[in-house]
C-alpha cells in the first residue's frame, strides 16, 4: 500500500480490552478477529478514508513524544486487517459482492448434498413430523398466501419446519417465493440482495425482475447494507428447503426486516411508519407486476428468554408455562390474519420475549392481506440448564 492510500476500517467493528490488548472483531461474522495493541489501536482509529499513512505516521509521532512508528510498520497493520476483511476495500468487495451469494450456515446443516437431502427429509418424518409432502390439491381452507416458518436450526427447529413447508408443497403452485425474514445483523428496517443464493444443493435464483420493482416502488435504501445478508441465516435455511421441495424450480426473492422497536416503543401501529408503507405498497405492486402465482414464506420465530438474551432468571418451571400462555395468544391473533390485531398483542406485552418474528409477520399479513390463518404446530425449544428457551411455530395464511 502507498503512503497516499487513505484506508478506511469498516463500520460497526467490536473492539474489547482484553489483558492489555484489544479484541476487535465483526459482529456480522465476515471478518476474522484481531488482536491490537494499544498503539495499534490508535492507528486504527485513524483509519477513517481520509487519512494517509503519512498523515498517520505524523499524528502518532506527536502523540508518543516523537517516536517514529516506521511507515512499513503502518502498512504490515493495514495489510493484515485488509485479510482479515476489516476494511473497506476491493478485498472485501470481492468476497461480498459478485452475482453469487455464498452460503453461511454449513455446519449449522450438512454440508454433504445427499446428507443434506436425508436431513431435510427428516423435518418431515421425525417423530411429531407431518410425513413427506404428498401430491399438490386445492386447500380446503382457500388460496395458500404465505406460510409462517422457524429459522433455528434444523435440529432445534425440526419437524415443526416440516408442518410449514408441507402445506406449502401441498397447497401453493407457485414458483416465486418472498422470503421476509427476520433481520439479525443489520440496524436498516429493510435490506434486499441482488444476489442468487448457493447451498450445497445448487444455486437458488433471485428473481432480478422482483426486486428492481420493489427497488422502484419503495426509493432508496434497500441496498445500502452490503453486508446484512453475509451472515444472515434466516432465508439460507428457508432456501434450502425449498430447493429440496422444488429443485431448479423455484426463485426468491430475498428480503430481511430490522427492528420495528419504535413502533412497539411508542404503542404505534407499524402502518403509520412511513417505511413500512413503502414496503407493503412496494410488496403489493411487485406481486400485481409479476404475472405469476407468488406466495411468502415467514421466517421467524416466537420468544427468546433467559440469561442468554438478558434475563436474570433461568428459562424454566412457571415462566415457561406463562411464556407458552402469551405465545398461544399471539397464534390465536395471527389465526385471524389482522397484522395490528398481531401487533398488539406483542405491543402489550411491549415485546419484554423478544419476538424476533414480529416485524416479517407484520409485513407479511399487511403486504400479502390473507383472510385467514391456521396454526400447524408450536415449539418451545429449552437449554438443558435454563440458560435460553426459544419458541416458535408453523402457521399457513389464505384467502
Known sequence: MTTSARPKLRDRLAAERAEGSFHVTDPYRVGSPVQLSPLALEVVKRLDGTRTLSDIQAELTTLTGGTILPLDTLDGLVKALDDALLLDSPALAARIGGPVRLPSCVGAYDGDPARLRAQVDALFTAPGGPGLPGKPAPSPHGRLRAVLVPHMDYARGNVTYGWGFKELAERTDARLFVVVATSHYSPHRYTLSRQHFETPLG??????????????????????????????????????????????????????????????????????????????????????????????????????????????????????????????????????????????????????????????????????????????????????KGRESVSFAAAAFYD
Not at 319 to 340: C, F, H
Open 203 to 384: 444455486v437458488c435464483e433471485t428473481d432480478s425482475s422482483f426486486v428492481e420493482r420493489l427497488d422502484a416502488v419503495y426509493g432508496p435504501g434497500l441496498f445500502d447494507d452490503p453486508l446484512a445478508h453475509v451472515p444472515e441465516h434466516s432465508i439460507e435455511l428457508e432456501v434450502v428447503v425449498l430447493q429440496r421441495l422444488l429443485g431448479e424450480r423455484v426463485r426468491i426473492v430475498p428480503l430481511l426486516c430490522g427492528s420495528l422497536g419504535d413502533c412497539v416503543d411508542d404503542g404505534t401501529d407499524p402502518a403509520a411508519a412511513a417505511d413500512v408503507a413503502r414496503m407493503v405498497n412496494a410488496l403489493r405492486a411487485a406481486e400485481a407486476a409479476a404475472g405469476e402465482p407468488v406466495c411468502y414464506v415467514i421466517s421467524g420465530d416466537l420468544a427468546h428468554i433467559g440469561p442468554k438474551f438478558g434475563d436474570r432468571r433461568k428459562a424454566e418451571g412457571a415462566w415457561l408455562k406463562q411464556s407458552e400462555g402469551q405465545d398461544r395468544t399471539i397464534l390465536t391473533a395471527l389465526e385471524k390474519a389482522d397484522p395490528a390485531a398481531y401487533f398488539g398483542v406483542i405491543a402489550a406485552e411491549a415485546d419484554e420475549r423478544r419476538i424476533c418474528g414480529l416485524p416479517p409477520t407484520y409485513l407479511t399479513l399487511a403486504a400479502a392481506g390473507p383472510t385467514s390463518g391456521r396454526v400447524l404446530h408450536y415449539q418451545q425449544f429449552l437449554d438443558p
